[in-house]
């Protein structure tokens, strides 16, 4: 899931595909930014370390938008998962990213709210991850900090800093500068 946009991705695109790994790039359907960054995620081993590959596509996008001139170039939520835990990032090129929240626990929840029956039903390690708060009901919603993002697993809910940064390895347009 992304959640913004790469701002004027039409001046980065063609950097942005040229890096998808050659095997990925036939599955590329669409035309959108969201797509794109997908697969660059992929190629930088989204399916590995999750946190690593964002933290490189990302770093890409804002490495190539500086060389095109392009401002603030990243803005967005994302969320990935591997069937057993999610991982959720909130960021932005600008430092001003849109919203990100968690639940807090769900044991704490019934305490606060033992007259909810929704939290009844839940299983106690549940989290919800939302762009903004559903409804208006104190305590239950957690923002995300600016920069950061989250691990939500059995048994393991944990918070971290979000650094974005170029690769560490060489991709075929970085020879593509103007």
């Known amino acids: 899931m992304h959640n913004g946009y790469i701002n004027e991705f039409a001046t980065i695109k063609r950097d942005v595909l040229l890096a998808v790994d050659p095997s990925l790039y036939p599955k590329i359907e669409g035309q959108t930014d969201s797509e794109a960054l997908f697969f660059l995620a992929l190629t930088f081993g989204l399916e590995d370390d999750p946190p690593a590959a964002i933290e490189q596509a990302i770093g890409f996008v804002e490495a190539i ?10 803005q967005g939520t994302i969320a990935t998962t591997d069937g057993e835990g999610i991982w959720a990032f909130r960021y932005s090129s600008e430092g001003k990213s849109r919203s990100l929240y968690y639940t807090t626990s769900v044991p704490t929840l019934r305490e606060l709210y033992p007259e909810r029956e ?12 939302v762009s903004e708060p559903l409804g208006d009901v104190p305590g239950v919603w957690n923002e995300v900090p600016e920069a950061s993002f989250g691990i939500v697993g059995r048994g393991h809910d ?13 991709v075929p347009v970085s020879a593509a500068a103007p």
């Open 65 to 74: 938008a500086e060389r095109r001139g392009v401002v603030d170039p990243f």
């Open 118 to 129: 929704l939290f009844m039903e839940l299983a106690e390690d549940t989290r919800l991850i």
């Open 158 to 170: 944990e918070l971290r800093p979000f650094r974005p940064q170029p690769p560490s390895v060489s």
